[in-house]
């Protein structure tokens, strides 16, 4: 009976740390390719040349 419950206790445990090396590994990638996002809409939003805006 101890056996039987060590080895679901080691299977959760086990199980558990699968899913925090997947959340780690997602978290990595997302961050890098939010990064990578936003220095492209920093590098597209501002205008090189005179601005389209008329002020009445």
Known sequence: MKTK???SVLSALLYAQGLL?????AT????????????????TD???G???LVVR
């Open 5 to 7: 419950f060590a080895a």
């Open 21 to 25: 090396g997947f959340a780690a590994l």
């Open 28 to 43: 990595v990638l997302l961050k890098d390719r939010a990064a990578h996002a936003n220095e492209f809409i920093v590098s």
């Open 46 to 48: 501002m205008p090189s």
């Open 50 to 52: 005179p601005s389209l």
